[in-house]
């Protein structure tokens, strides 16, 4: 049996190459192909990733017990400036909602409400809360910040990521 790694670095090929079958009839409304995933998450829109990230990175298809370990090991591999603008994001949309950062720093347990002194474990807080709590904001900041997807290696994540590549690639083989 492949492990975790081997199928989520697969469903990373195939969501660069188009190399899947369709999960749906609908037809794909792009024409991109990518090389790589960081290819995908330099070149497609923002626009693009949350329609792809809307239905499959949801509470309701991937539990949050199994989101959570997944995110705080994302979190710790990307680049602390990557994981600054992912935090900053978290705080900026939740305020919106009346969620303040001294707030969620109090509630959460955090070490710091400033982004660019948080660490990977508070950031992973944030994000399991918005999670599970917001699952609209954490699309959205997925669809600016999609460098964590790379390192989610969950089957089950890796299940919804190769969904999305489905639907991303449309008929295309």
Same mark, same amino acid.
């Given at each position: 049996?492949? &492990? ?23 037809? &794909?409304?792009?024409? @991109? ?5 960081? /290819? $995908? ?27 959570e370990?997944? %995110?705080?090991? !994302?979190?710790?591999?990307? #680049?602390?400036? @990557? ?5 900053? @994001? $978290?705080f900026?949309?939740? #305020? ?28 992973? #807080? %944030?994000a ?7 699952? /609209? ?5 997925? !669809? ?5 997807l #790379? $390192? ?7 299940? !919804? ?13």
């Amino acid at each position: 049996m492949p &492990s975790s790694d081997d199928y989520k670095r697969q469903i990373m090929q195939d969501l660069a190459s188009g190399n899947v079958e369709s999960l749906d009839n609908g037809s &794909s409304t792009t024409t @991109e192909n990518y090389q790589n995933f960081d /290819d $995908f998450a330099q070149r497609s829109s923002k626009e693009e990733r949350r329609r792809l990230f809307g239905r499959s990175l949801h509470p309701s298809n991937i539990p949050t017990t199994q989101m959570e370990p997944e %995110l705080q090991k !994302a979190i710790a591999q990307i #680049k602390p400036n @990557e994981r600054d603008d992912v935090a900053r @994001e $978290f705080f900026s949309h939740l #305020k919106k909602r009346g969620l303040d950062d001294r707030t969620l720093e109090h509630q959460l347990g955090l070490s710091s409400r400033h982004p660019n002194r948080m660490s990977a474990d508070d950031v992973s #807080k %944030l994000a399991s809360f918005t999670y599970h709590n917001h699952p /609209d904001i954490f699309q959205e900041v997925l !669809a600016d910040q999609p460098a964590i997807l #790379k $390192f989610l290696s969950n089957p089950i994540v890796g299940a !919804a990521l190769g969904a999305i590549a489905s639907r991303w690639f449309g008929n295309r083989h």
